[in-house]
């Protein structure tokens, strides 16, 4: 019998704080609100044993980066088919289903997706974490990343990235 462990992370600090807007294949969408999302990552491991152990605190510091780079902005799915975007410079103008809004830049970011939806967030989360541990993630020792992002307890969205 072969056992796979599963070493995971979720703390309070695992957090942001968003504004979005979901589009819906009609072309209608959500009015502009927020969010305060919780995410938890798990790391599937082949070999938990001495020699291969990983630093749980590399995973923490990596995830509590991207939730504060996330947190206290406006999210733009900037792959959506029902977005315009008329500036990016100092302000940021665009059209979404036909209503416009303006922000200053600084308080935008624009994620590489079609929609700003929890399946999509943790998604992105799982992209960029194993952009930030590349190296900690041999294929050797980690079968995948797991990354759940709740928007509410109960209800929320994951994605499962095999890595070997």
């Known amino acids: 019998m072969t056992a796979t462990r599963r070493l995971f ?3 309070d600090m695992h957090k942001f704080s968003v504004s979005h807007m979901t589009v819906f294949p009609d072309g209608s969408k959500e009015k502009l609100h927020g969010h305060n999302f919780h995410v ?8 938990a044993s001495l020699a291969n152990l990983i630093d749980i605190g590399l995973i923490k510091k990596a995830l509590e980066a ?6 206290e902005h406006l999210l733009v799915a900037e792959n959506c088919p029902a ?3 008329v500036r990016r410079d100092d302000e940021v103008e665009i059209k979404l289903c036909g209503k416009r809004y303006v922000a200053p830049a600084e308080d935008v970011i624009f994620l590489p997706v079609d929609n700003i939806v929890v399946e999509n967030l943790s998604a992105e989360v799982a992209r960029r974490l194993v952009a930030r541990l590349g190296p900690i993630l041999r294929p050797d020792v980690v079968l995948g990343l797991d990354v759940e992002v709740r928007e509410a307890p ?6 499962y990235l095999a890595l070997s």
Not at 40 to 47: A, F, K, N, S
Not at 66 to 71: A, D, F, L, M, V
Request: charged letters at 25%.
């Open 83 to 85: 977005l315009e975007i």
């Open 154 to 159: 109960g209800q929320g969205g994951a994605t």
């Open 40 to 47: 938890t990552v798990g790391l599937d491991l082949r070999d």
């Open 66 to 71: 991207i939730c504060r780079e996330w947190n």
């Open 9 to 11: 992370v979720g703390q």
